[in-house]
């Protein structure tokens, strides 16, 4: 019987271990009993991340990055960052944020693109669903400050870019982020 169960086990992750990385998030992914219960509190709805498709990554990839007059104001685009299994903007963040608005509002022929990034921990799956609930939630505040929401776009990245590297809980908070890339508006 122990035979049996340890074979079953070593077969499991064998299994697992060889099944190749998905880009898009499983519908039926459930989220943590923390998620579950900061979503509980806030009265929203569970939902399952949109898909990310190489087709929708290779057209946000391939649009060019505003140059010229928006470089300088580039750097007022600070990353925002998250606590482990997350997705709620700190207060601490939302003065970063009110100045990002306020730079869209100004310029009207800029798009924003949101990347929302996770650390190493947890599934592949489950980073990238956690990284688009980040992103959402930081593009969802900014349209809550009057930021159209045709001038954001998402992308989820998961673990796959991370910032740093080492094994320690100062370089995954680094890691936790909402990053922003200035792009240009494709009416333009």
């Known amino acids: 019987m122990k035979k049996i169960l340890i074979v079953l086990i070593v077969l499991g992750f064998v299994v697992t271990g060889c099944a190749q990385r998905k880009i898009a998030t499983p519908e039926t992914k459930q989220p943590s009993a923390a998620t579950q219960e900061t979503q509980k509190k806030e009265g929203a709805e569970a939902k399952a991340p949109e898909k990310i498709t190489e087709q929708k990554l290779s057209q946000v990839e391939s649009k060019e990055l505003v140059t010229g007059r928006y470089a300088e104001e580039e750097g007022a685009f600070k990353d925002v960052h998250f606590d482990y299994d997350k997705y709620d903007i700190k207060d601490v963040d939302k003065p970063t944020l009110k100045s990002i608005a ?11 693109l949101i990347e929302g990034h996770c650390d190493e921990r947890g599934t592949n799956e ?25 001038k954001m ?3 989820s990245y998961g673990e796959e870019k991370p910032l740093c590297t080492e094994k320690t809980e100062v370089c995954w908070q680094k890691n936790r982020r ?9 009416g333009k």
Request: hydrophobic share 50%; proline share 0%.
């Open 102 to 112: 306020e730079l869209l509002l100004k310029n009207k022929f800029i798009k924003l």
């Open 153 to 155: 776009d998402i992308i």
């Open 178 to 186: 909402a990053h922003f890339v200035v792009l240009k508006e494709t």
């Open 126 to 150: 489950y980073n990238l669903a956690l990284g688009d609930r980040r992103a959402k939630a930081v593009r969802d505040y900014l349209h809550s400050l009057g930021v159209q929401s045709a």
